[in-house]
């Protein structure tokens, strides 16, 4: 239990960026002073808190605020993405401190192309200085299906060749990492609440949007991953996604000239930035073609908001930040308007505030969240 | 902790009907076995556990056998449902021991109503004789929207005239028994885990079929129940179902006479037994009909279903009794052959074994689960 209820320290420390004194800190957590005195010392020899400054309550002594030293520990994060390969190192905090991309390789030399990665998270680790010892460890996000308890990707439409592949302990192996392997989509929902805007919400569905899309889901603080590891998809909802298959539309509609085809994933960028641009000058077809888009993005994250009670949408992904303006205009209204449910609570909407790299940034998310948030499933009973 | 402790050993003896040994205990929970020792010497203080027979394992002295004594507490469970209130006790182990159905009150005279409710659940007890003593609480089933922190109704569609009712606190009060109020849907896959056929389901999805439809939500162990106590709202995925439409639609038709026109959900039951035997003889219409709703809600079974990458699906509820068979021919190669994600896993569907009313089984089932299963969140600082 004693790292049990470290985590619940350390969590409630870095919720709270002006620091907590130990009495707002048995108060925020149930613990009794003398625990959290113990704790708080030992956090402190591990250099991961630290003291800053008194409070001055105006009746007592002056109360110690204690604050997370966010570069006493560090992790990584890997995103295999149809399109581009991204690694990152985050703080303590979830801040990156490190971010390295580059194209992904098309054809299925499975083992090259995971070596690739282990050379970049190494390197990574080697030019930030971060030292070694410090990183907690690998977290990997890729696309789905994905075998979770096996760590391999499973077939992954987009990533032709790939088949079934152990990626998560070849990379481990490799950097000498411990790794985790998510869905990319996990990922997201997970840097979303571990370094976004949403790290107080609860129940939180992510719309990713990138080569594919899918959805990261949290409801009742727990993230969602089922029966494999495969929660999120969306095709059943009419809100399945490929970049590939909108270019073509609008290459077939006459939108995009033929040289736009996307003949790999990592091609489509020009295509998608040429659509906005012509839907944001008035061009009626290409502004249809996304807000059509938008329509089916917008069903399916009223169902789902509605199906799981969830009181926050967010919106990220590299297409998502290429599209995501003209979508939200129509997505907004219609989660707002939804009637499925009589209104029991708002359901706000937003962007990312994570960027492209949000399923990276999750990767190693993943990696804090496992080994510093309070997860009493896995501690019980230790 | 002893608490948490306490549950993990009771639960793991009630999945064993034949009983579990001490040394198999503390293998399955993984505690050690003083501590076993000392949790079911407890619990046989109790009345809870009792010692029955010895296990000959052929080395060694035989192991002495342990087992729920199920009628050592009982839990009641009230449904309101828009046509029929029902109400039962039931065993440790979920087996109903008594109960008792009556029509729906029309009109919103809510106070009576929840008196009327209160009374059967005292008479219920009185005449089990099971005694008050043992009785570990009271758990309402009701139509959604709920506000599940207050314990309220909030405006159902089919209870005209309810308003926002405080239904748990009143029902609590006149009973003396402590009350959890749930949505209808949410307390029908609690009953499926805990009385039904799908206590070893940790991913599973129940369809509820009745007055209206809703979704009970289990997801890696966990039920869902969103930010307001609403998840499991199908009418985003264009599974919604009012009974009183499906029977209007019928008359509209020529299907059914104007005599099966439903004044009140609680009229709906020979129109819809009518109509399945109409589809049974072969009347076009009439399959047509109930075939049209089973492509619906298999849609939107398919959809959570790889949303939640759930492994099974269970239906019940009032409707689903009288139309379940048809429906489920439908339905089950629907969720076979679903093309949404490449199968991962098998996905199960089934009827509910425990009839029509699974609802108020469930209700009771909340108190068994509150008072009884493993529960680290609300246990844990304890």
Redesign the interface.
């Known amino acids: 239990?004693a790292d049990?209820?470290e985590s619940?320290v350390l969590d409630a420390i870095r919720r709270h960026a002006d620091g907590l004194s130990r009495v707002e800190l048995a108060r925020a957590?149930?613990?009794s002073p003398q625990t959290v005195s113990n704790i708080t010392r030992r956090l402190m020899d591990q250099g991961v808190a630290r003291e800053a400054g008194k409070l001055n309550t105006g009746s007592g002594k002056p109360r110690t605020l204690l604050q997370i030293v966010p570069t006493s520990r560090y992790a990584l994060g890997v995103h295999l993405d149809p399109a581009v390969i991204t690694t990152v190192l985050v703080d303590l905090l979830g801040t990156v401190v490190a971010q390295q991309s580059r194209r992904t390789p098309s054809g299925g030399d499975t083992d090259r192309i995971a070596a690739g990665m282990a050379a970049s998270v190494s390197a990574l680790v080697a030019e930030s200085g971060a030292g070694a010892d410090r990183v907690l460890g690998l977290g990997i996000a890729a696309p789905?299906?994905i075998?979770a308890a096996a760590g391999w990707v499973?077939?992954p439409p987009e990533l032709p060749g790939w088949g079934r592949y152990p990626l998560r302990d070849r990379l481990s192996e490799a950097t000498g990492f411990p790794a985790l392997l998510d869905k990319d989509v996990t990922a997201a929902v997970v840097a979303e609440r571990w370094a976004g805007a949403a790290s107080d919400s609860?129940?939180l569905v992510f719309f990713y949007l990138g080569t594919g899309s899918g959805?990261g889901?949290v409801?009742?603080d727990?993230v969602?991953?089922?029966?494999?590891?495969?929660?999120?998809?969306?095709?059943?909802?009419g809100a399945?996604f490929s970049v590939r298959t909108l270019v073509d539309e609008a290459i077939a509609l006459g939108v995009l000239g033929t040289e736009y085809t996307v003949l790999d994933p990592a091609d489509a960028q020009g295509g998608l930035e040429r659509l906005a641009e012509l839907a944001g000058a008035g061009d009626r077809r290409a502004a249809g073609l996304i807000d059509r888009l938008a329509v089916r993005i917008g069903?399916g994250v009223?169902?789902?908001?509605?199906?799981?009670?969830?009181?926050r949408v967010v919106f990220g992904g590299p297409v998502w930040q290429l599209l995501g303006s003209r979508l939200l205009a129509t997505i907004e209204p219609m989660v707002a308007s939804?009637?499925?449910?009589?209104p029991?609570?708002r359901t706000t909407v937003a962007s990312t505030t994570l960027g492209e790299n949000v399923a990276a940034i999750g990767a190693a998310s993943l990696v804090l969240d496992s080994a510093l948030s309070a997860q009493?499933?896995t501690l019980?009973?230790g």
Do not use: I, K, Q, Y
């Not at 991953?225 to 095709?235: H, M, Q, T, Y």
């Not at 939804?338 to 009589?342: A, D, E, G």
């Open positions: 239990m049990f209820n619940v957590t149930g613990l789905g299906p075998d499973v077939d609860r129940n959805m889901l409801v009742e727990t969602l991953r089922g029966a494999s590891g495969n929660a999120g998809e969306v095709g059943g909802l399945g069903r009223c169902a789902t908001a509605t199906l799981l009670d969830a009181d939804s009637p499925f449910v009589r029991a609570h009493p499933r019980l009973l």
